[in-house]
């Protein structure tokens, strides 16, 4: 599978409401590499995610609307996404044991829950450990 890194750089889709959060998310993303784009809602996020190819996703699991990060999840899902998925919520453990669940079941692959408030520090060690493992699936193989 090749990944847009190899095109154009590493990108990061951030499906948050809140703009201080995408905001936080945002520029720490930049700071290790990736180049961010923003969706607020389910609907942005689809169509982002149909227009763009992206290597990694954070999503908030509580999204304003009637569609939640859940139903991002299905979506995500059904449109066979193969990015790994940061979840950066509020959740309680429940949820988060329950969403996890979800994403196994439809094939997504979540690499971390971190939760609200943010956590920067395990942002920044999550976002810079997905960015070396997409260079490292980049580099040329040495066999």
Request: glycine share 12%; charged share 15%.
């Given at each position: 599978m090749t990944s847009s890194y190899e095109q154009d750089g590493a990108r990061?889709?951030?499906?948050?409401d809140d703009?201080?959060?995408?905001?936080?998310?945002?520029?720490?993303?930049s700071s290790v590499g990736f180049t961010p784009s923003v969706a607020r809602t389910y609907e942005e996020a689809g169509a982002q995610f149909r227009a763009n190819k992206f290597d990694c996703i954070?999503?908030?699991?509580?999204?304003?609307?009637?569609?939640?990060?859940?139903?991002?999840?299905?979506?995500?899902?059904?449109?066979?996404?193969?990015?790994?998925?940061?979840?950066?919520?509020?959740?309680?453990?429940?949820?988060?044991q329950l969403t996890s669940s979800i994403a196994r079941s439809l094939k997504l692959t979540i690499c971390e829950s971190i939760p609200k408030p943010l956590d920067l520090a395990l942002l920044r060690k999550t976002l810079t450990k997905v960015m070396d493992s997409l260079k490292r699936a980049a580099a040329p193989s040495m066999a």
């Open positions: 990061l889709l951030i499906i948050e703009a201080m959060q995408h905001g936080l998310i945002g520029r720490i993303a954070t999503l908030d699991l509580s999204l304003s609307g009637q569609r939640s990060g859940t139903d991002v999840l299905h979506m995500l899902g059904d449109l066979h996404c193969k990015a790994p998925i940061v979840i950066v919520s509020g959740a309680t453990g429940l949820q988060l």
